[in-house]
């Protein structure tokens, strides 16, 4: 079954520390990976997607996240956390059956607080 | 700039009473799609539109209904809201063709609904 997990509800880190958010993931063909970031009481927004080609993908705010085919891993990261990176952060999968493959399969999200 | 749209931002209705929330698009995406989503959960697809051609989802209640009278709009209507159906709507947009099998989505700000 296809399916996105994020481990860890929340991590905390300190401002100026890289931080890391971790997403697992399967899916029967190539994976088509995103990330999202979601501030209080707003939408969701885009920050990468890897479809192909280089492992590592570099994204919006200073994010990036290396896709890993062996362990199914697509963590996002940042070199040097800021307070106001601070959010829930959604990671998702393209749905690989056939006839859904305009939807995501989406992970359980995980709360990102920066402390300064 | 080309933007996801929705109206109104903050939604109050009584339970039981008919409502509408709205979502317009400047991007000319060809999918739109309503989400719902709860207090910090990952948001749950209720129903997409490719073109005119609707999609629902196998567990939205019938509750929930929408209409997409031309690209640029898609209205998400709540015939009988119960207290349950209190959440954020997110409306989202994506384009869809041959040869953007990864196309990312667009989400709108979100309407929060209230049900009293």
């Known amino acids: 079954a296809q399916s996105v997990a994020q481990p860890e509800d929340q991590v905390n880190v300190a401002e100026g520390n890289p931080l890391t958010v971790k997403c697992t993931y399967s899916v029967s063909g190539n994976p088509y990976l995103f990330w999202y970031v979601q501030y209080p009481n707003r939408g969701l927004q885009f920050l990468l997607k890897y479809i192909t080609g280089d492992n590592l993908v570099k994204g919006s705010y200073g994010f990036e996240a290396e896709f890993n085919k062996s362990q199914t891993s697509f963590h996002l990261k940042k070199p040097s956390a800021l307070v106001s990176d601070s959010a829930l952060y959604f990671c998702?999968?393209?749905?690989?059956?056939?006839?859904?493959?305009?939807?995501?399969?989406w992970g359980l999200g995980t709360s990102l607080a920066v402390n300064p | 700039d080309a933007m996801v749209i929705q109206n109104p931002r903050y939604q109050v209705t009584q339970f039981g009473k008919p409502v509408t929330l709205s979502c317009s698009q400047t991007l000319n995406h060809n999918v739109m799609y309503w989400y719902q989503q709860k207090s910090s959960q990952a948001p749950k697809l209720l129903f997409h539109?490719?073109?005119?051609?609707?999609?629902n989802e196998a567990d939205t209640p019938d509750n929930f209904q929408s209409r997409r009278p031309n690209t640029s709009f898609c209205f998400l209507d709540i015939r009988s809201p119960g207290l349950g159906d209190a959440a954020m709507y997110l409306c989202a947009t994506s384009s869809r063709d041959r040869r953007s099998l990864g196309n990312e989505q667009f989400f709108g700000p979100g309407t929060r609904l209230t049900v009293l």
């Open positions: 998702a999968v393209r749905d690989d059956n056939a006839g859904n493959n305009r939807k995501l399969i």
């Open positions: 539109y490719y073109d005119k051609d609707f999609n």
